[in-house]
């Protein structure tokens, strides 16, 4: 089955630094990733949409400049959180969809919890 | 634009016994997808079902079916034989069939399935 690898799994850091999270499709090309954000006890909430090698599209109030999200191959997508802050400490999960068929589904990452101190 | 509602926050349901999760959905779309989705407290999606609105057929994959219902924008879960490792956040989502939305999940609030043994 389709395999996507996010990484790191939870990450601790001080307020002010910039974190790098990665995720990979490993054994399909993606098109399309999705990035979520996710508070405790509720539910997804879509951040952005990027399609490989153009711009991510976000969704409205997410700050662009503040996640930084990178779609540079058809296996590899980048959320860079920068200038970190206590408040964007949550859980963060990637997504991706595969070439083909309308109907082919997401495949999610394990997600990566972010701590800022 | 669509919506997703999962109106029972929590349910519980003895080990062994059947248990039907609720969802309905709003939309003026004919052909779209609809999913469930299981979130154990390891916070990894997992996909547990599919339906594809044009196929009247309800889908099943082992204790988890489904009743759709498309005239009234119904989508329920039912788990058969209940088992401890079902214990989880189930989510609700609907997705266009059309590629213009960029495939994207719109998801409900989750409901959180207790299991008691």
């Known amino acids: 089955g389709a395999v996507v690898s996010q990484h790191p799994s939870w990450v601790i850091c001080k307020s002010g630094t910039s974190v790098k999270i990665e995720c990979r499709s490993l054994d399909f090309q993606a098109t399309t990733m999705f990035w979520y954000r996710q508070f405790p006890k509720q539910s997804l909430m879509l951040m952005a949409t990027s399609n490989e090698g153009s711009k991510a599209t976000y969704e409205q109030g997410v700050e662009k400049d503040k996640f930084l999200i990178n779609h540079a191959s058809l296996t590899l997508s980048t959320l860079t959180v920068t200038s970190a802050h206590p408040e964007d400490s949550s859980f963060y999960i990637c997504?991706?969809?595969?070439?083909?068929?309308?109907?082919?589904?997401?495949?999610f990452g394990d997600g990566t919890r972010l701590s800022i101190l | 634009a669509q919506t997703v509602t999962q109106s029972q926050p929590e349910m519980s349901v003895q080990e062994a016994e059947t248990v039907t999760l609720s969802c309905t959905y709003d939309t003026s779309e004919s052909d779209y997808y609809l999913f469930w989705y299981k979130q154990p407290p390891s916070r990894q999606m997992i996909l547990v079902i599919r339906?594809?609105?044009?196929k009247q057929q309800n889908a099943t994959e082992n204790r988890f079916s489904v009743n759709f219902q498309k005239a009234a924008k119904s989508f329920s879960l039912k788990i058969s034989d209940s088992q401890l490792g079902d214990a989880a956040m189930y989510f609700c989502a609907y997705r266009s069939a059309g590629g213009w939305s960029n495939y994207q999940l719109i998801w409900g609030a989750g409901t959180k399935l207790i299991i008691k043994p």
């Open positions: 339906q594809e609105a044009y």
């Open positions: 997504s991706a969809r595969g070439t083909g068929w309308a109907d082919q589904p997401q495949h």
